[in-house]
């Protein structure tokens, strides 16, 4: 008996070793990330891990803008970009995938089979028309631009929505339609409150598209007027080859204070994630 | 593999019977219809109007106007030289008048095409609205002849939050679809048949139609330029091995640590899970490129292992020549190391998702096994594998197409850092560890080479076209979807 006892933790204490040992190497970059940060030297520091004097210098100036470096401003281009995004993007994901996934009409497969193959094409090669496009409509170099870059294909993403919808029991469904329930309302009432967690997925990824993407905004924003920039072109360029060993610690600086709001977003969406899947309705 | 062709035969089967009796019933229509009926092939709103749907007239008419509008005072300046792209080139002119140079009434070859492109896409909609309209204003015929209700037109508009929502639902996506990314698709497919590049760029010169030219190139066929076929081949294959290992690695070792942070053995689950979620709450352009720096020739790593001998050691068996251990700089290394870097970014997102998806694992499925005495081993294979495919099995699809576009991992790892030293590569502007999409992003960005980053594009697009609609086929077809519901 007390040997299966023995047994037993040990093989909880190596568990949690894996655990722990995995989760070491994942958070090392980040470590440096942070530590870096920290640095009052501006340059990059390849000599040793942590910094050699630590410092809050360069917090200090990310907020005390200069002709490469404007912070503030950015951080604000981009939280405007990315809430229109989210809206527009969340809204488009749900109703193609709850169309496609509760819904029967004949043009239901084709679409579908449509949507894969236009999904197969490089996203980039479209974009270089839609650049064409948006210039002969004097919209690049604006907002409004970046908005529709982002969230005008949205409904093409809509397959692990799907994937979700899939699961939801057909049974609530039918029921509120001998009810009487007009689709719209079963849309809006009864399947979208029981499908939190791909909700949250959806508002997760699409509010995250503009804060990660740097290429379209380059492309769109290319008028090079730095109070313009969202951050990811902004941090970009000071990583320019030129420019790398008087900003790589505010690079770092910015990268930590971007990685915050982002890292809280994602931890209250974490605990929805959790409760919204196991405080379903009917489910099995 | 019979069910496999039958599954994508059958969807593309029914796509052009859809097509089909859309045709025939437009046809029967128009003869079979009353001269109202018939009226409305020249006045849309002619048939709604005789059956007092006077709202739904007025707006086709509105809409017939728009169209005819659109047609004359914008189409008709692009659509006459789409044959040609432009004839009469961009020069400056000396005006009597105002005894200035001026430019002269020049063509723009791009605007052409684009503009072009765009009156197609409207008139063709407008012909499946009109022949739309023509069987409506038939039935509505039948329905007064069999004195049935006639639906108002606050009954019309209630049956888009009925039977007719999914295109309440719809509607919006799919215009955003078709302008955003169907538009540009075309347009792109039509500049690989063009000689759009360098040497003819509007507005201040012309291109022109070249047919198969540059495809002829990309296969060498075509003299000078075969560099191009030799890059394609090593470009496309390094594309396929990086989505494949990119989107399996990253899929198994999610659901791995997925069931590793959820088994009851683990302390503190939800502290761990955090750990992991910190590293992609790190926006990918930031950690992506503290990474490279991070590995970097003269880096902290390479400081490192030659603090340790590990750089001494690779050089003495020969696997390093240089001072420092080219971890984003070579080949070889470069490759191993970029899918590596993504399976640290990629596998916390697909533990998200697997954690989500595993929650709703069937309990009593899992529960009966256990009775049975199953191992957790057999419980993994046969009951977890086989759920969380179902479920994930289309983002799975659309993961490997998506790594095969995988843009900012390769982009932000090797921009400025890889210089190929293989003259062939370099010729065509490629490298080791370029996928197709960044080769493009060059041509395009750096070289404004558009027809051949279109031929390009067209190229991949086939070959994993027929392949992934086989496997999407595959996997939601054949009436799985009510399986697990």
């Known amino acids: 008996m007390r040997k299966m006892k023995g047994n037993r933790l040990s093989s909880i204490v190596m568990h949690n070793l894996l655990i722990a040992v995995l989760a070491f190497i994942w958070l090392i970059p980040i470590v440096w990330l942070a530590c870096t940060s920290f640095s009052s030297y501006s340059g990059m520091n390849t000599s040793t891990f942590f910094p050699k004097e630590w410092s809050i210098i360069h917090y200090i100036k990310l907020f005390q803008p200069d002709t490469v470096a404007q912070f503030p401003q950015w951080f604000m281009n981009t939280f405007i970009i990315a809430c229109v995004t989210c809206v527009i993007s969340t809204?488009?994901?749900?109703?193609?995938?709850?169309?496609?996934?509760?819904?029967?009409?004949?043009?239901?497969?084709?679409?579908?089979?449509?949507?894969?193959?236009?999904?197969?094409?490089p996203g980039m090669?479209?974009?270089?028309?839609?650049?064409?496009?948006?210039?002969?409509?004097?919209?690049?170099?604006?907002?409004?631009?970046?908005?529709?870059?982002?969230?005008?294909?949205?409904?093409?993403?809509?397959?692990i929505a799907k994937g979700f919808f899939d699961t939801v029991p057909r049974a609530l469904c039918e029921a509120a339609r001998i009810d009487g329930c007009s689709e719209a309302r079963i849309f809006a009432q009864i399947v979208i409150p029981m499908s939190r967690p791909i909700i949250v997925y959806t508002v997760i990824s699409s509010f995250l598209v503009p804060w990660m993407d740097f290429v379209y905004a380059k492309m769109i924003l290319n008028a090079g007027i730095s109070e313009k920039y969202t951050v990811a072109i902004g941090l970009y360029k000071?990583?320019?080859?030129?420019?790398?060993?008087?900003?790589?610690?505010?690079?770092?600086?910015?990268?930590?204070?971007?990685?915050?709001?982002?890292?809280?977003?994602?931890?209250?969406?974490?605990?929805?994630y959790v409760e919204g899947i196991t405080g379903g309705a009917v489910k099995g | 593999?019979?069910?496999?062709?039958?599954?994508?035969?059958?969807?593309?089967?029914?796509?052009?019977?859809?097509?089909?009796?859309?045709?025939?019933?437009?046809?029967?229509?128009?003869?079979?219809?009353?001269?109202?009926?018939?009226?409305?092939?020249?006045?849309?709103?002619?048939?709604?109007?005789?059956?007092?749907?006077?709202?739904?007239?007025?707006?086709?008419?509105?809409?017939?106007?728009?169209?005819?509008?659109?047609?004359?005072?914008?189409?008709?300046?692009?659509?006459?030289?789409?044959?040609?792209?432009?004839?009469?080139k961009m020069e400056k002119v000396f005006n009597m008048k105002t005894m200035k140079s001026e430019?002269?009434?020049?063509?723009?070859?791009?605007?052409?095409?684009?503009?072009?492109?765009?009156?197609?896409?409207?008139?063709?909609?407008?012909?499946?609205?009109?022949?739309?309209?023509?069987?409506?204003?038939?039935?509505?015929?039948?329905?007064?002849?069999?004195?049935?209700?006639?639906?108002?037109?606050?009954?019309?508009?209630?049956?888009?939050?009925?039977?007719?929502?999914?295109?309440?639902?719809?509607?919006?996506?799919?215009?955003?679809?078709?302008?955003?990314?169907?538009?540009?698709?075309?347009?792109?497919?039509?500049?690989?048949?063009?000689?759009?590049?360098?040497?003819?760029?509007?507005?201040?010169?012309?291109?022109?139609?070249?047919?198969?030219?540059?495809?002829?190139?990309?296969?060498?066929?075509?003299?000078?330029?075969?560099?191009?076929?030799?890059?394609?081949?090593?470009?496309?294959?390094?594309?396929?091995?990086?989505?494949?290992?990119?989107?399996?690695?990253?899929?198994?070792?999610?659901?791995?640590?997925s069931l590793l942070l959820n088994s009851t053995k683990t302390k503190w689950p939800k502290m761990w899970r955090t750990l992991f979620i910190v590293t992609i709450a790190v926006p990918q352009f930031v950690s992506l490129l503290l990474v490279r720096n991070f590995f970097s020739n003269g880096g902290i790593v390479n400081t490192i292992c030659a603090n340790i001998g590990l750089t001494g050691f690779l050089r003495d068996i020969g696997l390093v020549s240089t001072s420092y251990i080219p971890f984003l700089s070579a080949p070889g290394w470069a490759h191993v190391m970029i899918i590596l870097i993504n399976i640290w970014i990629g596998v916390p997102y697909q533990?998200?998702?697997?954690?989500?998806?595993?929650?709703?694992?069937?309990?009593?499925?899992?529960?009966?096994?256990?009775?049975?005495?199953?191992?957790?081993?057999?419980?993994f294979r046969k009951i977890t594998m086989p759920y969380m495919l179902f479920v994930t099995g289309p983002a799975l699809v659309t993961d490997f197409v998506k790594n095969i576009n995988n843009f900012n991992v390769i982009y932000l790892l090797t921009q400025d850092v890889y210089t190929t030293t293989n003259q062939a590569m370099a010729n065509s502007q490629a490298k080791e560890v370029d996928l197709l999409v960044t080769w493009l992003f060059r041509l395009t960005q750096d070289y404004y080479n558009y027809k051949m980053a279109s031929a390009i594009g067209i190229i991949v697009f086939i070959i994993c076209a027929v392949f992934t609609l086989i496997a999407f086929n595959r996997m939601i077809g054949n009436g799985k979807e009510e399986d697990y519901q």
């Not at chain 1, 169309?99 to 894969?116: D, G, H």
């Not at chain 1, 990685?259 to 809280?264: E, H, L, R």
């Open chain 2, 351 to 379: 533990m998200l998702i697997a954690t989500g998806v595993l929650m709703n694992l069937p309990a009593d499925q899992l529960e009966s096994a256990r009775v049975d005495g199953a191992k957790p081993f057999q419980i």
């Open chain 2, 1 to 88: 593999m019979a069910s496999e062709k039958k599954g994508a035969a059958a969807s593309i089967g029914g796509f052009f019977k859809a097509i089909g009796n859309y045709f025939s019933g437009f046809g029967t229509a128009f003869a079979k219809g009353d001269a109202f009926v018939k009226l409305s092939a020249l006045w849309m709103g002619a048939g709604y109007a005789r059956r007092k749907q006077y709202v739904k007239a007025v707006i086709m008419t509105i809409l017939e106007v728009a169209v005819i509008a659109f047609t004359v005072t914008f189409a008709m300046q692009y659509v006459p030289k789409f044959g040609t792209l432009g004839t009469v």
């Open chain 2, 103 to 257: 430019f002269n009434d020049y063509d723009n070859s791009f605007q052409i095409l684009l503009f072009s492109l765009f009156s197609f896409v409207v008139w063709a909609a407008f012909i499946v609205v009109w022949m739309k309209n023509i069987v409506n204003a038939y039935k509505l015929q039948k329905m007064e002849e069999a004195g049935e209700h006639i639906k108002t037109f606050k009954e019309d508009l209630h049956s888009y939050i009925e039977e007719k929502f999914h295109i309440t639902l719809l509607t919006l996506p799919v215009l955003g679809i078709v302008v955003f990314t169907a538009i540009p698709i075309l347009l792109l497919i039509f500049v690989a048949f063009t000689n759009y590049d360098q040497q003819h760029m509007p507005p201040t010169e012309l291109f022109t139609w070249t047919g198969f030219t540059n495809f002829l190139s990309l296969f060498g066929g075509g003299g000078l330029t075969t560099t191009f076929s030799y890059a394609f081949v090593r470009v496309l294959g390094w594309t396929l091995v990086w989505a494949f290992f990119a989107t399996f690695t990253t899929y198994i070792g999610g659901i791995l640590l």
């Open chain 1, 238 to 272: 000071m990583l320019d080859k030129s420019l790398i060993n008087n900003y790589f610690t505010m690079f770092c600086a910015g990268g930590v204070l971007v990685s915050i709001p982002i890292s809280v977003l994602f931890m209250i969406m974490q605990k929805f």
């Open chain 1, 125 to 159: 090669l479209a974009m270089i028309a839609v650049y064409f496009t948006l210039k002969s409509f004097n919209l690049t170099n604006s907002y409004a631009g970046l908005i529709m870059v982002y969230s005008g294909s949205a409904g093409l993403g809509y397959l």
């Open chain 1, 91 to 121: 809204a488009f994901v749900l109703m193609v995938a709850y169309a496609t996934s509760v819904m029967r009409f004949p043009m239901r497969r084709p679409l579908m089979n449509l949507a894969v193959i236009l999904n197969l094409f």
